[in-house]
């Protein structure tokens, strides 16, 4: 089963913006960017991860992508992650491919163990597969084969919208409840967790 994994990052000075009452800027350009290089080097571990294709806005990330040996989009006019990761799964079809998993580049925790699970699960399509964060309200891995099946609704809310919407497409649907990819840098709380696990001081 050949996967296209897509990863969406934010410009560098806007991601973790709720971060910013607590690490410099500075900080946080060198925390998004530690977050992408730990995202992208754990997907290049994995031989079933065909390609992974990163969307931004950020000529930084592009780069940064393409020397770790990822194929990058960029998103260009108005932000709207929805309808580039579209564009990005448009891209992906064009090969042959079994399907999409959509991955954010804020999960610190994730390894190659959490990515084989979700691909474990995503047999005899059609077939959603969605992690949910700790909160179960926003979707931080989903796996989607055909390629196509959903529309993308991210955003506030997203784990139910996705849910809904593999039910209404008929498609198998599978929840992976993983505490490594549950967990996502968004609020100073989370990045008190995550200095803690880590042993880091500032």
Not at 8 to 18: D, E, H, T, W, Y
Request: contains cysteine; glycine residues 6%.
């Amino acid at each position: 089963m050949t996967i296209w994994a897509i990863v969406p990052v934010k410009p560098l000075l806007l991601g973790k913006s709720r971060l910013a009452g607590v690490i410099s800027d500075e900080d946080r350009i060198k925390l998004n960017i530690r977050l992408l290089e730990h995202t992208l080097k754990t997907l290049k571990l994995l031989p079933e991860i065909g390609q992974v294709l990163v969307v931004s806005r950020d000529a930084n990330v592009l780069s940064i992508s393409r020397e770790l040996g990822a194929k990058t989009v960029l998103e260009n006019g108005s932000p709207q992650l929805n309808s580039a990761l579209m564009r990005a799964t448009v891209y992906a079809q064009q090969h042959t491919i079994h399907g999409v998993l959509i991955l954010p580049a804020d999960l610190p925790l994730i390894s190659k163990n959490d990515i084989l699970s979700l691909i474990k699960l995503a047999k005899n399509p059609p077939i959603v597969v969605i992690s949910p964060d700790r909160r179960e309200d926003g979707t931080n891995a989903l796996l989607i084969s055909p390629p196509g099946l959903i529309d993308y609704d991210f955003g506030p809310g997203s784990f139910s919208r996705h849910c809904n919407r593999a039910k209404l497409a008929g498609a198998k649907l599978e929840i992976a409840n993983l505490p490594s990819l549950a967990f996502d840098l968004d609020i100073p709380e989370d990045l008190q967790i995550f200095d803690e696990l880590n042993g880091i001081t500032r």
